[in-house]
């Protein structure tokens, strides 16, 4: 049905070792049982909880249909998240580029990641990638004679070819000349990981928020936590405002380049990549009457400003 398994199943092996010494012996989950259960997750967030409470309610009701009767967890109600993400300036992303390339290791650690870092952030911006699709990649996924990456493991279980940039190309072949002088066996397989630790195998997502959070502080830019941020995926959201914000000073229509930007950036809907019209506008409110300009056919109320405007 095109769901990955891995989180699901690290939340049935954590609710295997809370109840592995409780002497439970029947296939049966009890209120009482859920109750001890949710009691003891203080360090979860509100997001992750979620989660692993929707897992729960299904695999209880998967119970019940198997003739085990079980607790049913109700969901709880969500809130509306109003999170704002961090769009980066073109100097910040500069500054960031420039710390990002001036780090350094203290000594040899054959599990540290550094060597893929700046080349792992270059991609996240140039290609609005999100950072696990990065770290999944393999070598057969990035064809730098034709110019293109492809994407195979998604969000939205959507493939999706994505071009390289001329700048991009030359900082990957770059990364490429290095990383293939390591004495790894393998490292240049069709199905290797193409971003690499110097022992050859895949980088963690964890070890590059480690990294971003220390390039932040070379740049002077606070992290302030607590999920507000500034994250690694507002790289993301930083490629998209900034692609917007170049097309409409190229006085493209900004509502038909939509569907085009949905599609490279994997989203399933519009509805997904309509709100960085409105950062685009909060970011950049010198680009507000173009957009209007542009789109006055879509908005005839529109045209009176733009003719004021033209004056």
Same mark, same amino acid.
């Given at each position: 049905?095109?769901?990955? #398994?891995?989180?699901?199943?690290?939340?049935?092996?954590?609710?295997?070792?809370?109840?592995? +010494?409780?002497?439970?012996?029947?296939?049966?989950? #009890?209120?009482?049982? *859920?109750?001890?259960?949710? &009691?003891?997750?203080?360090? &979860?967030?509100?997001?992750?909880?979620?989660?692993?409470?929707?897992?729960?309610?299904?695999?209880?009701?998967?119970?019940?249909?198997?003739?085990?009767?079980?607790?049913?967890?109700?969901?709880?109600?969500?809130?509306?998240? $109003?999170?704002?993400?961090?769009? @980066?300036?073109? +100097?910040?992303?500069?500054? @960031?580029? #420039?710390?990002?390339?001036?780090?350094?290791?203290?000594?040899?650690?054959?599990?540290?990641?550094?060597?893929?870092?700046?080349?792992?952030?270059? #991609?996240?911006?140039?290609?609005?990638?999100?950072?696990?699709?990065? *770290?999944?990649?393999?070598?057969?996924?990035?064809?730098?004679?034709?110019?293109?990456?492809?994407?195979?493991?998604?969000?939205?279980?959507?493939?999706?070819?994505?071009p390289v940039t001329a700048?991009?190309?030359?900082?990957?072949?770059?990364?490429?000349?290095?990383?293939?002088?390591?004495? $790894?066996?393998?490292?240049? &397989? &069709?199905?290797?990981?193409?971003?690499?630790?110097?022992?050859?195998?895949?980088?963690?997502?964890?070890?590059?928020?480690?990294?971003?959070?220390? /390039?932040?502080?070379?740049?002077?830019?606070?992290?302030?936590?607590?999920?507000?941020?500034?994250?690694?995926? +507002?790289?993301?959201?930083?490629?998209?405002?900034?692609?917007?914000?170049?097309?409409?000073?190229?006085?493209?229509? /900004?509502?038909?380049?939509?569907?085009?930007?949905?599609?490279?950036?994997?989203?399933?809907?519009?509805?997904?990549?309509?709100?960085?019209?409105?950062?685009?506008?909060?970011?950049?409110?010198?680009?507000?009457?173009?957009?209007?300009? /542009?789109s006055s056919y879509v908005?005839?109320?529109?045209?009176?400003? /733009?003719?004021?405007?033209?004056?």
């Amino acid at each position: 049905m095109g769901f990955t #398994t891995e989180k699901i199943e690290y939340i049935f092996k954590e609710l295997d070792e809370f109840f592995k +010494d409780t002497g439970l012996h029947e296939p049966v989950l #009890t209120r009482q049982m *859920v109750k001890m259960w949710r &009691d003891s997750r203080l360090n &979860d967030s509100e997001r992750t909880l979620y989660d692993k409470w929707s897992i729960i309610s299904q695999f209880s009701r998967y119970m019940c249909h198997c003739g085990f009767p079980c607790y049913v967890p109700p969901m709880p109600r969500q809130k509306d998240r $109003v999170f704002i993400p961090r769009i @980066f300036t073109s +100097d910040e992303m500069q500054q @960031f580029f #420039t710390a990002a390339d001036s780090l350094r290791m203290n000594g040899f650690v054959a599990s540290h990641c550094l060597i893929s870092i700046p080349v792992l952030f270059r #991609t996240l911006y140039s290609t609005g990638m999100r950072i696990g699709e990065a *770290v999944s990649l393999t070598n057969k996924d990035v064809d730098l004679d034709k110019g293109i990456i492809l994407i195979r493991k998604t969000k939205n279980q959507r493939q999706r070819i994505i071009p390289v940039t001329a700048n991009l190309e030359a900082v990957l072949k770059q990364y490429l000349s290095y990383r293939n002088t390591l004495p $790894v066996t393998g490292l240049e &397989d &069709d199905d290797a990981h193409f971003l690499v630790n110097p022992k050859g195998t895949q980088i963690s997502k964890g070890a590059a928020y480690n990294w971003f959070r220390k /390039v932040l502080k070379k740049c002077g830019i606070p992290f302030v936590g607590g999920n507000r941020g500034p994250r690694l995926h +507002d790289l993301r959201h930083t490629f998209a405002v900034h692609s917007l914000m170049k097309q409409v000073r190229e006085g493209k229509d /900004v509502y038909c380049l939509l569907p085009i930007l949905a599609v490279f950036m994997g989203h399933k809907t519009l509805a997904g990549t309509e709100s960085y019209v409105r950062l685009t506008r909060e970011m950049f409110p010198e680009l507000n009457l173009e957009i209007g300009r /542009v789109s006055s056919y879509v908005f005839p109320s529109l045209e009176k400003m /733009v003719r004021e405007y033209e004056k």
